[in-house]
T-cell receptor
Framework: GAVVSQHPSWVICKSGTSVKIECRSL??????MFWYRQFPKQSLMLMAT?????????EQGVEKDKFLINHASLTLSTLTVTSAHPEDSSFYIC?????????????FGDGTRLSIL | DAKTTQPTSMDCAEGRAANLPCNHS???????VYWYRQIHSQGPQYIIH???NNETNEMASLIITEDRKSSTLILPHATLRDTAVYYC??????????FGKGTLLTVNP
């Protein structure tokens, strides 16, 4: 159980393109999802917390107009990288929490490798 | 969110127990300790979590000190497929996790 699916796995696109990444909880409902970014040989950096039916909460230094997050249902959150540039190239990973309890762990998708040419 | 400190790397022989330490001296009373691992180019995999008591599941055991300032993840019989970066994190009511640099565990044949 507790499977999180992320799509696409990798994407290559031209500079200036907007890219949408989907994160789905397959066998549970997730009121809270998280988006992380990971650069090579570095740790995961939390970008934003996505709450179903409300606006996402962004971490300091993350541009909300650059990284649009939508969490329209209990099983789907999307991250759109708008007008992507080469410096946005990274490994983007989502996670979802199962249930409401404080202790419930986050379960992660397999990530999306984004390369902007 | 509490800051965690882990050794950069560790080696372990295949079949032996791997003991991965983590310091979380600033952890607050209601924050859980979570362990994840990440194999190259994949998303992190949840391993185990705990608050105060020691925990065991099919993957590992988690030993938390009485003062909760540190913990140890134990893989009882390490295999080559356990080679990964292991992250210790803590989280509380805001559900957010902060990841440090983690420990690269290399299991050697």
């Amino acid at each position: 159980g507790a499977v999180v699916s992320q799509h696409p796995s990798w994407v290559i696109c031209k500079s200036g393109t907007s890219v949408k990444i989907e994160c789905r909880s397959l066998d549970f409902q997730a009121t809270t999802m998280f988006w992380y970014r990971q650069f090579p040989k570095q740790s995961l950096m939390l970008m934003a917390t996505s709450n179903e039916g409300s606006k996402a909460t962004y971490e300091q230094g993350v541009e909300k107009d650059k990284f649009l997050i939508n969490h329209a249902s209990l099983t789907l959150s999307t991250l759109t990288v708008t007008s992507a540039h080469p410096e946005d190239s990274s490994f983007y990973i989502c996670s979802a929490r199962e249930g409401q309890g404080t202790s419930q762990p986050q379960h992660f998708g397999d990530g999306t490798r984004l390369s902007i040419l | 969110d509490a800051k965690t400190t882990q050794p950069t790397s560790m080696d372990c022989a295949e079949g032996r127990a791997a003991n991965l330490p983590c310091n979380h001296s600033t952890i607050s009373g209601n924050e859980y300790v979570y362990w994840y691992r990440q194999i190259h180019s994949q998303g992190p995999q949840y391993i185990i979590h705990g608050l105060k008591n020691n925990e065991t599941n099919e993957m590992a055991s988690l030993i938390i000190t009485e003062d909760r300032k540190s913990s140890t993840l134990i893989l009882p019989h390490a295999t080559l497929r356990d080679t990964a970066v292991y992250y210790c994190s803590s989280g509380g009511s805001n559900y957010k996790l902060t990841f440090g640099k983690g420990t690269l565990l290399t299991v050697n044949p």
